[in-house]
C-alpha cells in the first residue's frame, strides 16, 4: 500500500476479523486465491485503486492467514504470490518458461470458442502443516487468455485437491476425466461492515466469499473448472458469468484432449 499507516491499522482490523471466517476447505480457499490473483493482474478491473490494495491485504491476511482451519493430509495451506516483473506477453515465451516451471501439459495458443494466449507469469508457492510448518515450495506457470468484450479466463496447476464444497456441475469425459464446476459469490465490503445473518448463512453454506476492504459493498461472481489429470490437479478461473459451465468445460477439454 501506498500509506503505510492506513495499512498497519487495516492489517490490525483484518486480524481481528480473521476469527469471523468459517472453516474452508482447501479448494474453497485456492478460489479465494485466484480471485485475489485476478484481481491484483488486471488492474483495470476493479476502479478504485483504494479497494484493490486493500482487498490484495486481506488476501495476505484474512485468507492467507486463516489457511490452518482446514487440512488434507499433511497439507493444510498454500500460500502463493507473483512478480508482475517476470510475465511474458508471447507465446514463444510461455513455452519456454514451462520448460522451466510446468505445466507439463500441452496448453493451446488459442481456443475454439476465440480465447487466445495473452501472457504467463511464474507463480511461486510454499504448502504447510496445520501449525505453520513448511512443508515444500515450488513454482508453476499461470497462463492467462483474453476475448474482446470478455472477462480473461487463467489456466493453472493446483496444488492439493480435496473433496470441499459441491460443485455446482459435473461432467465426465470420455477418457473418464471428471470436470467439475464452481460459480463463486465475491462480496467486497467495507472495513466497518458486519456480517449480516444472510451472509453468514451463505458462508456456511459455501461458494460465497466475503472480504473487507472495499470502500463500498461491491459484489461479482467468478467461475471455476477443475479436473485432475496424471495425479495433477488443473483449472480454469474467470469472473463473470459470459461463458456457461458446458463452455468452460469445453474448453477444459480441448486441453484434456491435447496431450
Not at 507465446?91 to 514451462?98: C, T
Request: net charge negative; proline share 3%; aromatic share 10%.
Amino acid at each position: 500500500m501506498d500509506d503505510p499507516i492506513l495499512e498497519e491499522r487495516l492489517k490490525k482490523m483484518f486480524e481481528s476479523r480473521a476469527g469471523e471466517l468459517p472453516d474452508e476447505s482447501l479448494r474453497e480457499v485456492r478460489i479465494r486465491k485466484h480471485v485475489y490473483e485476478q484481481i491484483e493482474r488486471e488492474e483495470t478491473h476493479m476502479k478504485r485503486g483504494f479497494m484493490k490494495k486493500a482487498v490484495i491485504a486481506v488476501a495476505a491476511i484474512c485468507v492467507f492467514g486463516s489457511m490452518t482451519a482446514f487440512a488434507i493430509g499433511n497439507i493444510a495451506g498454500v500460500a502463493s504470490h507473483s512478480d508482475r516483473r517476470d510475465e511474458v506477453h508471447t507465446y514463444e515465451q510461455a513455452l519456454k518458461l514451462q520448460e522451466e516451471h510446468g505445466p507439463k501439459v500441452n496448453f493451446p495458443e488459442q481456443f475454439s470458442n476465440g480465447y487466445t494466449f495473452e501472457s504467463a507469469v511464474p507463480v511461486n508457492y510454499e504448502t504447510s502443516d496445520k501449525d505453520g510448518n513448511k512443508l515444500g515450495k515450488g513454482i508453476h506457470l499461470d497462463i492467462t487468455y483474453g476475448k474482446e468484450g470478455m472477462e480473461p479466463i487463467t489456466f493453472s496447476a493446483e496444488v492439493g485437491l480435496d473433496g470441499g464444497s459441491a460443485p455446482t456441475d459435473v461432467k465426465t469425459c470420455g477418457d473418464g476425466t471428471e470436470l467439475r464446476f464452481y460459480k463463486t459469490v465475491n462480496k467486497f465490503v467495507p472495513a466497518n461492515y458486519e456480517l449480516t445473518e444472510e451472509d453468514k448463512k451463505a458462508q456456511e453454506a459455501g461458494n460465497f466469499d466475503l472480504a473487507y476492504g472495499s470502500d463500498e459493498i461491491e459484489i461479482t461472481t467468478s467461475c471455476m473448472v477443475e479436473w485432475d489429470m496424471d495425479g495433477q490437479g488443473y483449472s480454469l478461473f474467470k469472473f463473470g458469468e459470459e461463458l456457461s459451465a458446458e463452455e468452460m468445460f469445453a474448453m477444459a477439454e480441448e486441453i484434456i484432449d491435447a496431450q
